[in-house]
C-alpha cells in the first residue's frame, strides 16, 4: 500500500521516505528517486534549497505529523517472516560449513537482500523481531540482527552501497567460529571456566579459517569475522590490536555486535533498552571508537530504535 503526499520543502524532517524532489536535480542526493531520509545534514540540504515541493511516501516513512503512515502490524508481520526465512537459509549454510561442504556470498544473498529491504522500510520493528532470541536460534538471530545493524549504520556513515552490502554480510558470517562451541557453553547462565572462555574466544581464529577457506570471500567479510571482539585500548582478542590497526569495518561491527548483545532478551537476562545499552557502552572506556560509537547513537536515534 502506498501512500503519497505531496509537503513543502521546509516539512521534510529526518525518517521520511522521499518519493522525488521536484525543481531541484543537480545534487547528487536529491536526483536519486525514492530515499529514505537518514542524516539531519540531508533533510537541512533539502529543506535549504528552495524547492516548490517533496513528495514523501508514509507507507515506508514517517508522515508530516512525526508518525508513520501505516498500519504498523503489517511491518511487524513482514519482518517476522523475513527472520523466519533468514533464519532458514542462515540455518542451510552453517550446515554445509558443519559438513565440511563450501559456502559462498551468494548462499546467503537472499538473506542480505530481504534484511537490506526492511532495514529501509521499518529498522525498528526489525530489530525488535529479532531481540527475543530462544536457546536454539540465538546464534542464528544474533547474526541476522547484527547484520541489520551494520548495513544501518553503514548506511548512515554514507558508505557505498557495494561496502554496506558487504558489511552486512560480514555480520551475517561474523560468528561463524560458534558452530565448533557447544550450545550449554553459548548459553551458560553462570560464569564460564577458564577452558570455557578460552574455547569461546578462539571463535574468531575458527571462523576465519572456515571462511578464508571459501572461495571469494570478501576481505571485509573475513576482517570481521577475525577482529570483532578486538579493542580500541588493545585488551580484547585474538590478537590484541588496537587504535589504528584496526578498520573501520571491524569498529564498525564492535559496536553493532556489543549492542545486540546487551540489548536482546535471552533464557538468562533481561534485555537493556537503547538508552541503557548505550550508556553501558559510553562509560566502558577503551572498548570503542567512542567517535564512531556517538554517530551510531545518532544513527538508532535517527531511526527511532529504542
Known amino acids: 500500500i502506498w501512500m503519497l503526499k505531496r509537503i513543502d520543502a521546509s516539512q521534510v524532517r529526518i525518517g521520511m521516505f522521499v518519493e522525488a524532489v521536484e525543481g531541484l536535480w543537480q545534487d547528487p542526493l536529491l536526483s536519486k528517486r525514492r530515499f529514505s531520509l537518514r542524516r539531519e545534514v540531508d533533510a537541512a540540504k533539502i529543506r535549504k534549497c528552495g524547492t516548490a515541493s517533496v513528495v514523501i511516501n508514509t507507507s515506508k516513512g514517517l508522515d508530516t505529523n512525526g508518525l508513520p503512515g501505516r498500519d504498523i502490524e503489517i511491518d511487524i508481520q513482514a519482518a517476522r517472516e523475513t527472520v523466519q526465512k ?27 537482500s530481504s534484511v537490506s529491504k526492511s532495514m529501509e522500510e521499518n529498522p525498528s520493528v526489525f530489530l525488535n523481531v529479532t531481540r527475543l532470541k530462544s536457546k536454539d536460534e540465538v546464534t542464528f538471530l544474533h547474526s541476522i ?28 558470517l561474523h560468528d561463524v567460529g560458534k558452530l565448533e562451541i557447544p550450545l550449554e557453553v553459548l548459553n551458560k547462565a553462570g560464569p564460564l571456566e577458564k577452558d570455557e572462555i578460552t574455547l569461546i574466544r578462539g571463535h574468531p581464529e575458527k571462523g576465519h579459517a572456515f571462511l578464508s577457506r571459501q572461495e571469494g570471500m570478501s576481505e571485509i567479510v573475513l576482517d570481521v569475522c577475525l577482529n570483532h571482539h578486538e579493542r580500541i585500548d588493545g585488551k580484547g582478542y585474538p590478537h590484541r590490536l588496537s587504535g589504528r590497526e584496526l578498520s573501520l569495518h571491524a569498529r564498525i561491527a564492535t559496536i553493532c555486535d556489543v549492542y545486540d548483545a546487551i540489548t536482546s532478551v535471552r533464557s538468562y537476562k ?21 567517535r564512531l560509537l556517538k554517530k551510531f547513537a545518532l544513527c538508532l536515534s535517527v531511526a527511532s530504535v529504542t
Open 86 to 112: 533468514s533464519v532458514q537459509v542462515l540455518d542451510e549454510a552453517f550446515a554445509r560449513l558443519r559438513n565440511g561442504d563450501a559456502i559462498s556470498v551468494a548462499h546467503v544473498a537472499p538473506v542480505i
Open 145 to 172: 540482527s547484527v547484520s541489520a545493524l551494520m548495513i544501518l549504520f553503514s548506511r548512515h556513515l554514507g558508505l557505498d552501497e557495494q561496502t554496506v552490502q558487504l558489511l552486512g554480510t560480514a555480520g551475517l
Open 270 to 290: 533481561a534485555a537493556w533498552n537503547a538508552s541503557e545499552a548505550l550508556k553501558w557502552m559510553f562509560g566502558n572506556e577503551g572498548h570503542f571508537d567512542r
